[in-house]
């Protein structure tokens, strides 16, 4: 009787350190999982980061320059300054190699036990041409929230709602988020 106590409790402890083996094994493939995923933002980062910034800028002054032109050319408009917010920045989303390998393998002990043991690795890589230039599936253009004008001639009701129709036509912002107002001398 002895014997089969002895036995229970050396199964229990091979159990017990059987959990905690595949408990470490756990902890160190979610570890090198979210290492991994960290890596990748930071390089993707660091390739396109600082041209995303100054493209940004460069977009979104160019929408403003635009609609100054385009606004000008209306009657009763001969002076015209805008301004345009947005509630969020463009992004580009690239285009990545992804690859992944899973692996399974299988363990007899002793006593008729069996332990399965299952590994995927997966990677996911940016591309770039031969120039080391992000490929980019498509770029996502910032939301726009709301825009302010301000023009001579806009103290003319006429004026105004035709200044006002046209940004909500480029712009797609609703008219309750188009400011205008008339240019101070």
């Given at each position: 009787?002895?014997?089969?106590?002895?036995?229970?409790?050396?199964?229990k402890i091979?159990?017990?350190?059987?959990?905690?083996?595949?408990?470490?094994?756990?902890?160190?493939?979610?570890?090198?999982?979210?290492?991994?995923?960290?890596?990748?933002?930071?390089d993707f980062?660091?390739?396109?980061?600082?041209?995303?910034?100054?493209?940004?800028?460069?977009?979104?002054?160019?929408?403003?320059?635009?609609?100054?032109?385009?606004?000008?050319?209306?009657?009763?408009?001969?002076?015209?300054?805008?301004?345009?917010?947005?509630?969020?920045?463009?992004?580009?989303?690239?285009?990545?190699?992804?690859?992944?390998?899973?692996?399974?393998?299988?363990?007899?002990?002793?006593?008729?036990?069996?332990?399965?043991?299952?590994?995927?690795?997966?990677?996911?890589?940016?591309?770039?041409?031969?120039?080391?230039?992000?490929?980019?599936?498509?770029?996502?253009?910032?939301?726009?929230?709301?825009?302010?004008?301000?023009?001579?001639?806009?103290?003319?009701?006429?004026?105004?709602?035709?200044?006002?129709?046209?940004?909500?036509?480029?712009?797609?912002?609703?008219?309750?988020?188009?400011?205008?107002?008339?240019?101070?001398?």
């Amino acid at each position: 009787m002895e014997k089969i106590k002895e036995i229970f409790k050396n199964k229990k402890i091979e159990n017990l350190i059987f959990i905690l083996i595949l408990l470490f094994i756990t902890l160190i493939v979610i570890n090198k999982i979210l290492k991994g995923n960290e890596n990748e933002k930071r390089d993707f980062s660091n390739e396109i980061g600082v041209e995303l910034a100054s493209n940004e800028k460069t977009e979104e002054r160019s929408l403003e320059k635009k609609l100054e032109i385009i606004l000008k050319k209306i009657e009763g408009v001969s002076d015209v300054s805008v301004l345009i917010t947005y509630s969020e920045s463009s992004s580009i989303i690239p285009i990545y190699n992804e690859s992944e390998n899973k692996s399974k393998t299988e363990e007899k002990d002793g006593s008729g036990g069996v332990r399965t043991t299952e590994t995927t690795d997966s990677k996911k890589d940016v591309i770039t041409d031969a120039s080391s230039l992000v490929i980019t599936e498509k770029t996502v253009m910032p939301k726009i929230e709301g825009a302010i004008i301000i023009a001579k001639g806009a103290k003319n009701a006429v004026v105004k709602s035709n200044i006002i129709s046209a940004v909500e036509a480029v712009t797609g912002a609703a008219t309750h988020k188009i400011q205008v107002f008339e240019m101070g001398e």
